[in-house]
């Protein structure tokens, strides 16, 4: 129904940069709100970072201070910049979209944090 188109993400050494990037159809009129998970195999899915239609943020402990959520220009568009990345945060990133009750991913996009 619903379909968020990620990228930005691939491989990058530790204390590096990424900037991840979700887009929302544009047949979406209202602003929602976003996030970003990330899940690494035999683990649980879990927050990285969510962002309310008003702009408020919230974060994972374990990312704060390195990442930021942010809208873009476009409706239901975030970006997540992560710096000073580091190997525990390899996994694959999935934006979120939530409509009441209802919650939207888009297919995932991985991230590899390694020397």
């Known amino acids: 129904q619903v379909q968020l188109v990620e990228s930005g993400g691939g491989l990058v050494q530790p204390g590096g940069s990424l900037r991840l990037s979700c887009a929302a159809p544009g047949s979406m009129f209202r602003i929602y709100p976003m996030g970003w998970y990330r899940q690494a195999p035999g683990k649980q899915r879990g927050l990285v970072a969510a962002?309310?239609?008003?702009?408020?943020?919230n974060y994972a402990d374990s990312v704060k201070g390195r990442i930021t959520i942010s809208r873009g220009k476009a409706k239901n568009t975030v970006y997540l910049q992560m710096n000073g990345l580091k190997p525990e945060d390899s996994a694959v990133y999935c934006c979120?979209?939530?409509?009441?009750?209802?919650?939207?991913w888009g297919q995932g996009t991985p991230v590899t944090v390694s020397s």
């Open positions: 979120n979209l939530r409509v009441g009750i209802i919650n939207y």
């Open positions: 962002i309310t239609r008003g702009g408020s943020t």
